[in-house]
């Protein structure tokens, strides 16, 4: 199902806080690594996700059936989530994201520049490599226990917060929403978190080297990458070192057992030593190549 956000184009010429409209916007740490050079061509350059904004990602996620993909509604844009919203448990497996993908990112207007230029045949592909790699890890993470609902749509959502185009307070915002007591509005220690973290680790990291690994195309200025090229960027994404920055997230983020709103966004304000490098991509490498480096 699709939703006709029936937004105006002067407000697309300025990026909209639509996620957290009272916040001031949180400027954070620009990271990067030795390594960013090799991926980025399919991490920001060719990778859809980054045109798309976060609030147009949450909501067609939200609102996404099998049974009536690519139905336009005139449903409303929602701007509030919650960690009791249904589509967050809501099972997805590989064939679902694809059509998700097809009927509901591929048919968005900013992208017409972009599928003109580039086509939709390599970024299905990436997408599809991206899932893969991340349920291979996840069932690693849990001792390869096959489930056939190992992936939600609360994972699914981790790649909005890392490539979707956004205020970085949009980000934060989200973050905090899905996961707080709706009773008590506190951010908690939790088993879900870690899995989210551990899905955001992932996908920064071993998924988008992985799927480097397995896509070139010298047509697309993608050479395929040499093997000492290969063995430095894996070296950084070992499962250990995910596993760690899960640990050193929670030992180092809760200073207090539970945050309220607050206090939660204030963790984030510190340039140098706060942890927005939880939200990006290049910071998440960063961070496990200091873990590697130890």
């Known amino acids: 199902m699709g939703c006709n956000f029936c937004r105006r184009k002067e ?19 620009d990271y990067s690594s030795p390594n960013d050079a ?10 859809f996700f980054t045109k798309i904004q976060l609030v147009d990602f949450v909501n067609l996620l939200e609102q996404f059936d099998i049974e009536t993909c690519g139905v ?12 009791e919203d249904e589509f967050l ?18 048919t968005s207007n900013d992208l017409i520049v972009s599928i003109k230029e580039y086509g939709v045949n390599f970024f299905r592909t990436f997408c599809i490599e991206m899932f893969k790699s991340l349920e291979s890890k996840l069932k690693e993470n849990k001792n390869n226990n096959i489930d056939a609902n190992l992936i939600k749509r609360r994972n699914i959502l981790a790649f909005g917060i890392l490539f ?19 009773d008590s509005k ?11 973290l551990m899905t955001l680790i992932l996908l920064g ?33 070992e499962y250990n070192n995910c596993q760690k920055l899960v640990e050193i997230f929670n030992e180092t983020f809760f200073k207090i057992e539970n945050y309220e709103w607050k206090d939660f966004k ?24 200091e873990i590697e480096n130890q």
Request: hydrophobic share 35%; proline share 1%.
């Open 266 to 289: 204030k963790q984030f304000e510190d340039i140098d030593n706060g942890f927005g490098w939880i939200l990006s991509s290049k910071g998440i490498r960063r961070k496990l190549e």
């Open 186 to 196: 506190e951010f908690s220690k939790s088993e879900e978190i870690n899995d989210f």
């Open 11 to 29: 407000e697309l010429i300025t990026r909209m806080n639509y996620l957290a409209p009272d916040e001031n916007e949180i400027v954070l740490k």
């Open 38 to 47: 090799l991926l980025d061509i399919i991490e920001s350059k060719q990778n």
């Open 89 to 106: 448990d809501k099972s997805m497996e590989l064939k679902e994201f694809i059509i998700f993908i097809e009927t509901n990112i591929l």
């Open 205 to 237: 990291s071993y998924c988008i080297i992985n799927t480097r690994n397995k896509i070139f195309d010298e047509k697309k200025g993608i050479k395929k990458l040499e093997k000492d090229e290969l063995l430095n960027l894996y070296k950084i994404c």
């Open 164 to 182: 979707c185009d956004c205020e970085n307070i949009e980000k934060i915002k989200l973050f905090f929403d899905i996961f707080k007591n709706e």
């Open 72 to 83: 336009i509604t005139d449903e409303p844009m929602h701007t509030n989530f919650s960690s």
